[in-house]
């Protein structure tokens, strides 16, 4: 399934941001597409499955909350650790096929893409308890994020020796957030 893109009226930076988050998305998806079991491990104990899924848990927050917030309503971030939040990924996405976690990440994002320039979005949160961040900040450390894990799947994918690029659960980025 393959997102059809519509003309979003953005300032220049904005839309260079929005366009860096759908490169990241288009990448990630190949490369989960490319895998040949997207249940073997890529990055220690995460499958690839996993890690599309952990992404969307993140994407779909993401499109919640500017959609809210340009609504005028009150977001929802999630909440709860990362590790909490790891558990209800496998609890809720860690079934669904990748094609079906891919469709709801392109969902998300047309979301996003049609929201995230509301004049009615000043800050977007991110996990109920964090700071909340600049609509400008929120994409480009989310696409950041999910060029990331677009990596460890392209890793994973031509890798003979899947798991062996890191142990555990991705790294946390320092001082930084980790939306997807």
């Known amino acids: 399934m393959r997102l059809v893109r519509t003309t979003i009226t953005l300032p220049a930076a904005t839309l260079a941001q929005v366009a860096s988050l759908d490169a990241a998305i288009d990448r ?3 490369a989960a ?3 040949p079991d997207p249940d073997a491990p890529t990055t220690g104990e995460w499958s690839g499955r996993m890690v599309v ?3 969307v848990l993140w994407h779909e927050s993401f499109a919640r909350n ?3 917030l340009a609504a005028g309503r009150r977001p929802s971030p999630l909440a709860g650790t990362y590790a909490v939040l790891a558990a209800r990924t496998r609890t809720e996405l860690g079934d669904l096929p990748i094609d ?3 469709g709801r990440l392109e969902a998300a994002q047309a ?3 049609q929201h995230v320039g509301s004049p009615r979005i000043a800050l977007i949160p991110y996990r109920r308890g964090s700071r909340r961040y600049a609509p400008a900040e929120h994409l480009t450390v989310t696409a950041d994020h ?3 894990h677009a990596a460890e799947l392209e890793r994973a994918g031509t890798s003979k020796d899947r ?3 890191r142990a555990g659960p991705p790294a946390r980025r320092p001082g930084g957030i980790q939306p997807a």
């Open 100 to 102: 079906t976690l891919l």
């Open 66 to 68: 500017v959609a809210d």
């Open 146 to 148: 999910v060029a990331r």
């Open 111 to 113: 979301v996003i893409r």
């Open 33 to 35: 597409r490319a895998l």
């Open 28 to 30: 990630l998806a190949a």
């Open 163 to 165: 798991g062996a690029h």
């Open 53 to 55: 899924a952990h992404v």
